[in-house]
């Protein structure tokens, strides 16, 4: 059954974006490495929120994308024009939650694993208890503003279990189990 996942890099600071917006500083550190193209290997599908869909040219997904796995992108307002696809990448514009979107997104990947990008669509899919696993990379950096991975949240404890960690020679990457 498919496992539903979080990916993300955030500064140390816990922010996911500088302050224009931007994340070139903090994937700056990245290193492909063997346990996140495993990661990619398992991923059957793909969850993120508009805003995460138009940080790319729409038609580019299809040529470009690291992930050629059907994508649910979680909108009040799709676009007027459908994006690109191909074989294996598919688009589903989903306009009734993350709820519906997970769902939808399981059944899509078989045996294979969810992952949701994005931190809005992140923080409603936790909110729902739909997360079973953060996967969570650790830029050196420390950005002072920017969008905070765990803004909007307060109401929330969650108790969390590490399941691992790899170093590059960059950053730190941890996973964890969600404990609901």
Same mark, same amino acid.
């Given at each position: 059954?498919?496992?539903?996942?979080? *990916?993300?890099?955030?500064?140390?600071? *816990?922010? +996911? /974006?500088?302050?224009? *917006?931007?994340?070139?500083?903090?994937?700056?550190?990245?290193?492909? /490495?063997?346990?996140? /193209?495993?990661?990619?290997?398992?991923?059957?599908?793909?969850?993120?929120?508009? $805003?995460?869909?138009?940080?790319?040219?729409?038609?580019?997904?299809?040529?470009?994308?690291?992930?050629?796995?059907?994508?649910?992108?979680?909108?009040?307002?799709?676009?007027?024009?459908?994006?690109? !696809? /191909?074989?294996?990448?598919?688009?589903?514009?989903?306009?009734?939650?993350?709820?519906?979107?997970?769902?939808?997104?399981?059944?899509?990947?078989?045996?294979?694993?969810?992952?949701?990008?994005? #931190?809005? +669509?992140? $923080?409603?899919?936790?909110? #729902?208890?739909?997360?079973?696993?953060?996967?969570?990379?650790? #830029?050196?950096?420390?950005?002072?503003? *920017?969008? $905070?991975?765990?803004?909007?949240?307060?109401?929330? !404890?969650?108790?969390?279990?590490?399941? $691992?960690?790899? !170093?590059?020679?960059?950053?730190?990457?941890?996973?964890?189990?969600?404990?609901?």
């Amino acid at each position: 059954m498919a496992k539903v996942c979080f *990916g993300m890099v955030m500064s140390l600071d *816990g922010f +996911v /974006n500088d302050r224009e *917006g931007g994340m070139n500083k903090l994937y700056a550190s990245f290193e492909p /490495n063997e346990e996140i /193209n495993d990661i990619m290997a398992r991923t059957g599908a793909v969850i993120f929120g508009r $805003r995460t869909f138009d940080l790319a040219d729409a038609d580019s997904y299809a040529a470009d994308y690291e992930f050629q796995v059907p994508i649910f992108v979680v909108t009040h307002h799709p676009p007027e024009k459908h994006p690109k !696809e /191909n074989d294996q990448l598919t688009f589903t514009f989903v306009t009734d939650g993350v709820e519906s979107a997970v769902r939808q997104a399981k059944e899509a990947a078989g045996e294979k694993d969810v992952l949701i990008l994005g #931190a809005d +669509v992140f $923080r409603q899919a936790l909110k #729902a208890g739909l997360v079973e696993e953060l996967q969570m990379a650790i #830029a050196p950096i420390i950005l002072g503003k *920017g969008l $905070r991975l765990f803004e909007q949240l307060e109401e929330l !404890e969650i108790d969390l279990e590490k399941i $691992r960690t790899i !170093e590059t020679d960059k950053q730190v990457e941890i996973w964890y189990k969600v404990l609901q």
